[in-house]
């Protein structure tokens, strides 16, 4: 299973990817263990690391793309509208 950046930014990377990939978190520890994925299941992961680098490139920042949404309650956060003009 490829290393990634999420360990040291996500609260329970764990537990936040299995619920983005659809496997039961228990089943993903045991596919990290063995260190190999299904074919759909490594399609599916290889999706979200494709969209989360794409929004890290349209936010600029890996922590713009993480802090969009809010991990509590799993709702985007609402930003104050900008200033005509700027």
Do not use: F, N, W, Y
């Amino acid at each position: 299973m490829p290393r990634c950046g999420c360990r040291k930014t996500l609260p329970d990377p764990l537990a936040t990817l299995a619920r983005v990939i659809g496997l039961p978190e228990r089943t993903l520890a045991r596919r990290e263990k063995e260190r190999r994925l299904r074919a759909d299941e490594s399609d599916r992961l290889l999706r979200v690391a494709r969209v989360a680098t794409s929004a890290e490139d349209v936010l600029g920042a890996q922590a713009k793309a993480g802090g969009a949404a809010d991990s509590q309650s799993g709702t985007r956060r609402r930003h104050a509208p900008r200033p005509a003009g700027h």
